[in-house]
């Protein structure tokens, strides 16, 4: 598994469990709904900065999102 394979799941997964659409997280980070799509999909790689925008939407420090990414790469 890639390093953005595991992102991508992890990120879907967390932004599910949120309960949020795409374009609920992409409003609540104030980035495009299109880059979020594109995350997901292994099309892009979110810089830190994203990254944090992005925890901070998902209520989430982002020590832990980085831990579910490497958990995520362990477990397949």
Do not use: V, W
């Amino acid at each position: 598994m890639t390093l953005e394979n595991a992102l991508a799941i992890t990120l879907k997964n967390r932004r599910i469990k949120c309960g949020l659409s795409q374009e609920d997280l992409a409003h609540k980070c104030n980035i495009d709904r299109t880059y979020i799509s594109m995350i997901e999909c292994e099309k892009r790689n979110p810089t830190l900065n994203t990254i944090f925008k992005i925890c901070k939407s998902l209520n989430i420090k982002a020590s832990d999102f980085i831990s579910s990414i490497e958990k995520t790469m362990e477990d397949n």
